[in-house]
């Protein structure tokens, strides 16, 4: 083997390929100076086979032994001489790598369109070694040029890069149970998809965390968008009150008119509301009778149990099951943004959407009202995707007037997407179309497990911090090519800060430790300037302007 | 026992191992001492397997003579023909040998004439025989004496000349665990006379 053709900085030898097959990952004898406790799970190595360069990563370590009786008859190995030959010779780690791609050798393949999926496995004897830096680069491409800094690989500094355009290309998801750090890895997602230019973003902020501000483990606060990207950002509220409080004046006041309230959104309501079967159905028949616009405020106009009951024997419905109805749709009265008058909510967000602007819908106090969020997030989503339809059909002949490409971030996605309701939302349409008519989701959920199989496989790029239960880590691994190695990799993430990142964003799966976010020089590095930067610039354009 | 000096002469030979006779009785380079008959340019070498003293006809053992003697010299004061009678004898287990002035470090084409002479070696020419340790496997298959002890002693006198002994003692070790899989009480056996030393 050439070894001497291979001498990329930083990179130490771990050992060499004595074993394996394509399909379960080959074993790698670590050298007897390479310590098994210093391989992690995760990590990534190359491997230098005779004519090729493999770029895998360690699936598992485990400890051999030359000797079957080692386990049942331990040498005494009280002498350190002896404890330290022994270990490494008779006694050896060993690592199982999945090679999960190319990245040199003699494909012309490689030259033209860079790493490929590995075909095959490197022969014995090849030499393994940690990734460089340049390796990383090479394989998850570098800063710029579409791609995004989300992280790093563990136990190295190098940059790890998101393909942004190959993100929102599909609808993707955030996974990860409540303080794993979801919300700024969405964050940072937000800000990559801004900064790449690649579509614009359209964000049903439950917690109001991404707009203005939001705040850190021990209640740090740290910048949301808006405060980073000003120009390009605008927050709509539906809540003016909350939004002022927190310091914050929004672009835009969303009220929400009864009369664009469908029988449909009625039915996501079902759990949230603990609507029965019969009585979310009513709502199709109150419509029918009523008139699409008109139904939900003359439903609820309807006074007493005998007006109830006389409007059950009109429209056919079981009226216990309209009481039922009615009772619940009240609750919808006391959310302070509906009213009976029509409203351009969505023309509003979509003019600031065509402007190549990201909007970010913070819900104020209503964000701890389920319903509220479900019903506007559904409703809002449908009338814009309608939208996006009419526009992306008229323009078929010409791609220039094409609507920019739209990325929905929505939260407690399984509230939106179980799989009893996910075909009837928009929200499951847009997840199984991709990205025919432009509009993508980006769905947030601590609970995959309650998201549609369907939906779930067909998210695009997944990223997962911890996950606890088994169910949510089938979930989330289904459909996805060597889940049980994932699964290992998945369950052993650390609460804080880690995530595994899969899918076509990415060209192999990989654990990151998540890009600080949060501290001035974090701000920096997404482009944020401080007041004195600003008035420097400001000075400079001035000059450059006007000599 | 000094470098360089004549131990004795070959009495029987074969590709693989050879026996001396000492010229002198006790006389004998200690176990796992790397020994080399014939000159510099053409050598065999080899290392000490056994050492035996006994007496030269077969048929006649040495009998107990030491009833009324104080010591042991005393005994061979009063009986000089002892020294004539019995004979101190090494074998040898070939290691390696040199050839138009170029070590090889297995077995030589033809074993050393008798009557060759024997000498002791160390200090370079043990480096230099040491440098690499492929021949580990012959000793530890020796047929003859306690191959693991021949095998540790001959690492202890190599780490007692080589300049870095600690990273000797460890490659050589690594070495001998590549050899003895499956072995493990032995390796650590053996691993133990070594770091003894």
Redesign the interface.
């Known amino acids: 083997m050439a070894s001497g053709e291979w001498s990329a900085e930083n990179s130490s030898r771990l050992g060499m390929v004595v074993a394996g097959s394509l399909t379960e990952g080959v074993q790698v004898k670590l050298d007897p100076d390479s310590s098994v406790e210093s391989v992690k799970v995760g990590a990534f190595v190359t491997l230098q086979g005779e004519r090729m360069r493999f770029f895998g990563v360690v699936t598992d370590v485990s400890l051999g032994s030359t000797d079957p009786m080692l386990s049942a008859s331990p040498p005494d190995v009280s002498d350190p001489y002896v404890a330290k030959v022994v270990s490494g010779t008779a006694a050896y780690g060993a690592l199982t790598v999945e090679p999960m791609l190319t990245i040199s050798g003699d494909d012309p393949a490689l030259l033209l369109d860079g790493p490929q999926p590995a075909k095959t496995v490197p022969a014995h004897f090849a030499e393994t070694a940690t990734a460089t830096e340049r390796d990383i680069e090479l394989v998850f491409g570098s800063e710029g040029d579409g791609h995004f800094w989300i992280g790093s690989p563990l136990d190295m500094d190098t940059r790890l890069c998101l393909d942004v355009p190959e993100l929102v290309m599909r609808s993707n998801g955030v996974f990860g149970k409540s303080g794993t750090g979801k919300t700024f890895l969405t964050r940072l997602l937000l800000a990559g998809i801004l900064q790449s230019r690649a579509a614009v973003n359209l964000v049903f902020d439950m917690e109001n965390e991404y707009g203005w501000r939001g705040y850190g483990e021990g209640g740090s606060e740290v910048k949301g968008l808006k405060q980073l990207f000003h120009s390009q950002v605008a927050v709509f509220s539906l809540d003016e009150e909350s939004s002022k409080r927190r310091g914050l004046t929004p672009d835009y006041v969303v009220r929400i008119g009864y009369g664009e309230v469908q029988a449909d959104d009625i039915q996501l309501l079902r759990e949230t509301l603990d609507l029965s079967d019969v009585a979310a159905d009513a709502a199709y028949s109150l419509e029918r009778h009523f008139g699409e616009g008109k139904w939900l405020a003359e439903f609820l106009a309807v006074r007493g149990r005998e007006g109830i009951f006389e409007l059950a024997d009109a429209t056919g419905v079981n009226g216990n099951a309209l009481l039922r109805l009615q009772n619940r749709l009240r609750r919808l009265e006391r959310l302070g943004f509906m009213d009976d008058t029509g409203h351009d909510s969505v023309k509003q967000i979509l003019r600031y959407l065509d402007r190549g602007m990201h909007v970010v819908l913070e819900f104020g106090r209503y964000g701890r009202n389920l319903a509220a969020y479900i019903l506007v997030a559904n409703l809002l989503t449908r009338r814009i995707y309608d939208r996006y339809v009419e526009r992306k059909e008229s323009a078929s002949e010409d791609k220039s007037a094409e609507p920019r490409p739209l990325v929905i971030t929505i939260e407690e996605a399984h509230k939106f997407l179980t799989p009893g309701v996910a075909s009837q939302t928009i929200f499951g349409t847009i997840a199984r179309e991709m990205r025919k008519y432009n509009v993508t989701l980006l769905v947030v959920d601590q609970r995959p497990s309650g998201i549609d199989d369907e939906v779930m496989s067909q998210l695009g790029t997944k990223i997962t911090c911890l996950l606890d239960s088994e169910r949510d880590i089938d979930a989330v691994l289904t459909g996805t090519s060597g889940s049980r190695k994932l699964r290992s990799v998945l369950a052993r993430l650390e609460s804080k800060q880690q995530a595994l990142v899969f899918g076509h964003a990415v060209p192999m799966p990989v654990v990151i430790r998540t890009r600080e976010y949060g501290s001035p020089e974090s701000y920096q590095s997404l482009g944020w300037k401080d007041a004195e930067a600003m008035r420097a610039q400001l000075e400079q354009d001035v000059e450059d302007l006007f000599g | 026992m000094a470098i360089g000096e004549r131990v004795g002469e070959v009495v029987e030979a074969s590709t693989s191992r050879f026996v001396a006779q000492c010229h002198e009785l006790y006389r004998a380079p200690p176990l796992g001492a790397l020994v080399r008959s014939g000159s510099d340019g053409e050598a065999v070498y080899g290392v000490v397997a056994e050492v035996a003293t006994r007496s030269l006809d077969p048929g006649r053992r040495a009998m107990a003579m030491g009833h009324s003697a104080e010591s042991v010299e005393a005994v061979y004061e009063r009986h000089p023909q002892l020294n004539r009678l019995m004979s101190t004898e090494l074998e040898v287990m070939v290691v390696a040998h040199r050839s138009g002035g170029r070590m090889e470090r297995f077995l030589a084409p033809s074993p050393p004439r008798i009557h060759d002479i024997v000498y002791v070696c160390g200090g370079a020419e043990l480096l230099e025989v040491s440098e690499t340790l492929e021949f580990l496997p012959s000793l530890l298959g020796s047929p003859v004496g306690s191959p693991d002890d021949v095998t540790a002693a001959f690492l202890r006198r190599v780490a007692a000349e080589h300049p870095d002994p600690e990273r000797l ?2 490659e050589a ?2 070495e ?3 050899h ?6 032995r ?2 056996g053996i ?2 006379r ?2 003894s030393g």
């Open positions: 003692r460890l070790g690594r001998l665990a590549a003895l899989t499956g072995q493990l009480h390796l650590t691993l133990r070594v770091a």
